[in-house]
């Protein structure tokens, strides 16, 4: 099947691909200030530059969106019709990336977790997922 947008116009939309400050990214940052815990973003020193970084409690969050970074999940699991081979290795390269992150992060004592774009429709699991993990040790 053949892509319904020029290649120009393709490009001009792939373009517009955030890599930060996503919709699901500010939602899962707005949640989590209204919660009372304060944070940094993007801290380049850290592998991976983790999306929201606690500091004191060495602890980091990343808000990956399904598609991307190869969820298991409807939205995720989806594979383009057009240049498939392409956008599997993109999306298996992105995933060991993001295990390669975790585990750097892991070895220098922080604490990750990953929210996935299709966790943030349920606020209550949102809720007890982020407390959990903020307030564990």
């Known amino acids: 099947m053949t892509d319904v947008f020029s290649e120009s116009k393709r490009s001009w939309i792939m373009s517009r691909v955030r890599e930060k400050n996503t919709s699901p990214e500010l939602i ?59 956008w599997l290795e993109k999306i298996a390269r992105n995933t060991t990336r993001d295990s390669q992150h975790e585990q750097e992060l892991a070895s220098l004592g922080w604490k990750s977790l990953v929210i996935w774009e299709c966790q943030i429709k349920d606020l209550g699991l949102l809720h007890s997922t982020i407390v959990a993990f903020l307030d564990g040790t």
């Open 28 to 86: 899962v940052r707005s949640f989590v200030h209204r919660l009372g815990y304060r944070f940094r973003l993007h801290r380049k020193d850290l592998p991976g530059k983790p999306d929201i970084v606690f500091p004191s409690r060495r602890k980091v969050i990343f808000v990956h969106g399904c598609f991307w970074h190869g969820h298991q999940c409807p939205r995720g699991d989806r594979i383009p019709k057009t240049r498939q081979s392409y």
